[in-house]
């Protein structure tokens, strides 16, 4: 339980999405203009990371992995195709909630616009499976970054999920508020956004130094 603890919140924090490894940066900074539209998607990521990181896992390790059904039957280690399955499961998950999305919220969804469907190819989904693809093979007693189970697997998707919402959220919200205060010309729109990120990102720097 420790140790899901504290992968849970090493991803939240010191292994995060954006302000460790800016993955997800295209939505990230497109959609981050208005506080509830970036927290739409946000959950909308959230939801898919919990789906397709405990799907992937339980690809690698029981399908396509030495110790899978490949590796027993075939004999062959089939892992070179992860990555075909991974993008398949993820693009399938993301179309689901693109419908459901569109059915409960209509408003959402035509404000999310193409970022909606765009999710399907978000770096952030993609780098968590391949993250945790890497930690599959990681020793938990030595290392807290380890994934050795489907347990591991949910409570590090929901932590980068999490992670990622906080993100979008918080430079949302500083971006409303960044509306009423007087910019210099040449720093309008993407300019002190891109300012601002890199100051989130080294404030949360801060947490590396956290022994989770």
């Given amino acids: 339980m420790e140790h899901i603890l504290s992968l849970f919140a090493r991803s939240?924090?010191?292994?995060?999405?954006?302000?460790?490894?800016?993955?997800?940066?295209c939505s990230f900074l497109a959609v981050s203009?208005?506080?509830?539209?970036?927290?739409?998607?946000?959950v909308a990521v959230t939801f898919v990371l919990l789906v397709t990181v405990p799907v992937d896992y339980l690809l690698q390790t029981k399908v396509l992995g030495e110790e899978g059904i490949a590796g027993q039957f075939a004999g062959a280690d089939l892992s070179y195709l992860?990555?075909?399955l991974f993008i398949g499961v993820i693009a399938g998950i993301v179309q689901l909630v693109e419908m459901v999305v569109e059915k409960v919220s209509p408003?959402?969804?035509?404000?999310?616009g193409i970022f909606l469907p765009l999710i399907a190819v978000n770096c952030a989904i993609m780098g968590a499976s391949l993250f945790m693809q890497q930690r599959v093979n990681m020793d938990p007693a030595t290392s807290t970054q380890a994934i050795s189970c489907i347990g591991d697997a949910f409570a590090y998707?929901?932590?980068s999920g999490i992670g990622w919402l906080v993100a979008i959220v918080g430079l949302a919200?500083?971006?409303?508020?960044?509306e009423y205060s007087i910019v210099p010309k040449p720093l309008q729109g993407l300019g002190i956004t891109f300012i601002i990120v890199g100051l989130m990102s080294l404030a949360f720097q801060c947490f590396?130094?956290?022994n989770f």
């Fill in 208 to 210: 590396t130094s956290l």
């Fill in 173 to 178: 919200a500083i971006r409303e508020k960044m």
């Fill in 33 to 42: 203009k208005n506080v509830k539209t970036a927290l739409g998607l946000g």
């Fill in 82 to 84: 992860s990555f075909i």
């Fill in 12 to 25: 939240i924090f010191s292994d995060n999405m954006v302000f460790a490894f800016f993955l997800g940066m």
């Fill in 107 to 112: 408003s959402l969804y035509g404000a999310l």
């Fill in 157 to 159: 998707a929901l932590g």
